[in-house]
């Protein structure tokens, strides 16, 4: 007999685990299927974000991080190390425990807001009679489930190039990147995405040898032009090899490593021969075997669900969030989706600003950032006034060693409102959460100027460039 509820919601990733809750919250009987199973084949929730994606990855890059801090920075605090060694096995153990313990975290979150969590992979089967959707879910307990309203929440993932298949051992994608078992002499990278320069910059700081292979023009296109050179140049310098405008061609693979054929931006053909690979172009939404076609649910040409404005496909009742709609896949976009469609569900008037959705590279430096790129202003005509302070001239800066990179804003020539903020350099993570806000409330760079912010910290280089914007720093 299927089991009735008010919302199901198929994907338990931070836009469905998120939408369950809320919506769990809102006095919904919600439930949420998901499949994703921990090394002894039990429920890990959290989709790729928490198992393949954002947070083991931000736990590798903060052990390498230390390993890269103790091999070159310590002396320099008069900390003195002998027979420094990194210990991969125990790393990747940490890192699995991270995952384990927000994998835990969810399975607690549902039980507190009473959300029924159904472990297996969840499809469409037909409208039920009444209104609402059968959903199957495959799993070690065959079920049938009754939801008057549907979220899909399906992720994405890794795109693969067209005829190299992952086989996850030496072509591999963010899920094998995150699993070799020791340092490669030599790592290939193909594609400077985010997830490619982040395992780059994991593996670079314990010892590979790192080449990115771009087939773009220009370094990280989507990054603010100053900003990305900025940390173009850091990356270079930190030892990461970065070739621009190449086109990939035949790439080979066997048990002792992979060979890839390519032309470099002037044409000339050249071959990179690496120990492991790590493809990083992009990634597709994820709507295998989700049986859409059962119930005439709309996907668009690359397999994303269409949706509208608000999150709602074609059919009543049925809603999707996060890497399997249109726009950025962003784990915290995706969680405010989540949000606003559980309220939406309600009757309240949920909201996503896509203006107002930061971006975040965790590399060493961070790079983000919030809002218009100055190109994108320059493209749209918009009158405009930029402002920058240098992390160089912080003192908080100085006192940490690391004083790479800045802050930069954007603001209008006439009413300088903030149209964007671009931070590469330390925490610019952490920096960033001030920016967005700031635009939240339309606030201008005045405003950020007049506001006191601690002595010393880093974020005085946020007000210092707003400052910078009217051409007054203090401290530059």
Known sequence: MSKQFDVVVIGGGPGGYIAAIRAAQLGFAVACIDEWKNDKGGPAPGGTCTNVGCIPSKALLQSSE???????????????????????????AR???????????????????????FHGRGSFVKAAEGGGYEIAVAGAANETLVGKQVVVATGSNARALPGVPFDEEMILSNDGALRIAGVPKKLGLIGSGVIGLEMGSVWRRLGAEVTVLEALPTFLGAVDEQIAKEAQKAFVKQGLKIELGVKVGEIKSDKKGVSVAYADAKGAAQTLAVDKLIVSIGRVANTTGLNAEAVGLTLDERGAIVVDAECRTNLPGVWAVGDVVRGPMLAHKAEEEGVAVAERIAGQHGH??????????????????????????KARGAAYKAGTFPFMANGRARALGDTTGMVKFLADAKT???????????????????????????ASSEDIARICHAHPSLSEATKEAALAVDKRTLNF
Not at 95 to 117: C, P
């Open 66 to 92: 230390h390993y890269e801090h103790a091999g070159k920075h310590f002396a320099e605090h008069g900390i003195g190390l002998e027979k420094l060694s990194i210990d991969v096995k125990k790393m990747l």
């Open 95 to 117: 890192k699995d425990t991270v995952v384990k313990q927000n994998n835990d975290g969810i399975l607690y979150l549902f039980k507190k807001n009473k959300v029924a969590f």
């Open 352 to 377: 996503v600003d896509f203006n107002t959705i930061p971006w975040v590279i965790y590399t060493s430096p961070e790079i983000a950032w919030v809002g218009e790129t100055e190109q994108q202003l």
């Open 416 to 442: 300088d409102e903030i149209l964007g903020v671009h931070i590469v350099g330390p925490l610019a993570s952490e920096l960033i959460a001030e920016a967005v806000v700031a635009m939240s409330f339309r």
